[in-house]
């Protein structure tokens, strides 16, 4: 199985802040790489897919880059509605696994 | 605007079955693949199980492979988890997910709670 590594497991960041989370897969996966973000108490919210689209609707704060092995989440300017937890899922191959989250404070 | 809900969740004694219902709309639900990811309590996601579109092939995660089945009815728009030999481990909120054409997971359902208890 491939594991998905991420850090770190919790930053704390303030609103206006740039905030870039890693995500390190044990293989490689290309760029079947997607970011999620999950409020606390709700379903998670899918936010980019391979590597670096964002999803419909998501707004351009939000970027994805890497490929292969390392990825990246950057978050250019942390609002109050983007604290949360973020996971980064590989899709490549099956099983389809989940890096550890990030949980994203107020500082 | 795609839907997606949970049914089915609930007390079971360890050991017991139980069967998840996904009651999907807004879309043509047979030609995506379907997900099942859950999350124990106070823990990170953890996938459980996808089933494809076209040939119904299914995968499972280590820890539910050989107890779990999923399924789905294209005709009724409706995606299933069959649980079996439930362990205390196996608690926490399951997710009903639709997977974009050939990519990634695109929507989530809201989730149903599923306890593990004697």
């Known amino acids: 199985d491939i594991q998905m590594t991420q850090s770190p497991s919790s930053l704390s960041a303030s609103v206006g802040d740039r905030v870039t989370i890693t995500c390190r897969a044990s293989?490689?996966?290309?760029?079947?790489l997607a970011w999620y973000q999950q409020k606390q108490g709700k379903a998670p919210k899918s936010l980019i897919y391979?590597?670096?689209s964002l999803q419909s609707g998501v707004p351009s704060k939000f970027s994805g880059s890497g490929s292969g092995t390392d990825f990246t989440l950057t978050i250019s300017s942390l609002q109050p509605e983007d604290f949360a937890t973020y996971y980064c899922?590989?899709?490549?191959?099956?099983?389809?696994?989940f890096g550890g989250g990030t949980k994203v404070e107020i500082k | 605007e795609v839907q997606l809900v949970e049914s089915g969740g609930g007390l079971v004694q360890p050991g017991g079955s139980l069967r998840l219902s996904c009651a999907a709309s807004?879309?043509?639900?047979?030609?995506?693949?379907m997900h099942w990811v859950r999350q124990a309590p106070g823990k990170g996601l953890e996938y459980v199980s996808v089933i494809s579109s076209s040939d119904g092939s299914t995968y499972y995660g280590n820890s539910v492979k050989g107890r779990f089945t999923i399924s789905r009815d294209n005709f009724k728009n409706m995606l299933y988890l069959q649980m079996g030999s439930l362990r205390a481990d196996d608690m926490g909120v399951y997710y009903c997910a639709r997977e974009a054409l050939g990519s990634a997971i695109d929507y989530w359902g809201q989730g149903t709670l599923v306890t593990v208890s004697s």
């Open positions: 899922q590989q899709y490549s191959s099956h099983p389809l696994t």
């Open positions: 807004g879309f043509t639900f047979s030609r995506h693949a």
């Open positions: 391979a590597a670096s």
């Open positions: 293989q490689d996966i290309n760029n079947y």
